[in-house]
C-alpha cells in the first residue's frame, strides 16, 4: 500500500484568532465550516491550486464539492504556483500537548515571512539556518503556541 498526507488539523484555543493568524500571515482561505459535529471547526484551503483562481468551493465561481465533501486535489509542491494540502483549525480544550506533530511550509521568502508572521501575532521559535545546499529553515509558533516549520529551497544549479 502507498500513502500520502492529504489532510492536516492545527489545534487553536482560539479558532477565529487562528483563522485571522493563517489569513493574513499566508494568505489561506481559512472559513468556519457548518457541520454535525459536536465542536467547531474552520476549513484550511491553500491558495493557488489548479483551476482554483484563489476562490474558496463555496464562492460565486459555482463550483461546489460534491455532497458537501470538502474538495480534493493532488499536492503540487514547488511546481510553481503554491500549491499544498488541505486542513483545518479544530478546537483544542486545552488537553493537547504541544507540539502533536510539526508541519512545514513551503514556497515562501523566509525573513519575509518571518517578518509578516510576527507582525500577525506569532513568535520565531528558530531563526532561518542555512541546511548545507538544500535551502534555508526556520521554526514559528503561531498565536495558540503551535510550532511549525518553514522552508525554502535552493533552485537547482
Known sequence: ???????FEIPARDLERAA???????????EPLTWEGSSPYYTVRMRGLAGD????????????????????????????????INGG??????????????IHIA????????????????????PVIRVGSFGLFARFRDPEGNLLGLWQGFEPP
Request: with cysteine; proline share 8%; aromatic share 6%.
Open 1 to 7: 500500500m502507498r500513502a500520502t498526507v492529504s489532510h
Open 20 to 30: 485571522r493568524f493563517y489569513r493574513e500571515a499566508f494568505g489561506w482561505h481559512v
Open 53 to 84: 483562481e484563489g476562490e474558496p468551493p463555496s464562492s460565486s465561481s459555482g463550483r461546489q464539492p460534491p455532497d458537501g465533501q470538502l474538495p480534493r486535489r493532488a499536492s503540487k509542491v514547488g511546481q510553481g504556483a503554491a500549491f499544498g
Open 89 to 102: 483549525l479544530t478546537e483544542n480544550d486545552g488537553s493537547l500537548v504541544h507540539p502533536l506533530l510539526v
Open 107 to 126: 514556497g515562501a521568502d523566509l525573513p519575509s515571512c518571518l517578518d509578516k508572521i510576527v507582525a500577525c501575532g506569532g513568535r520565531i521559535d528558530l
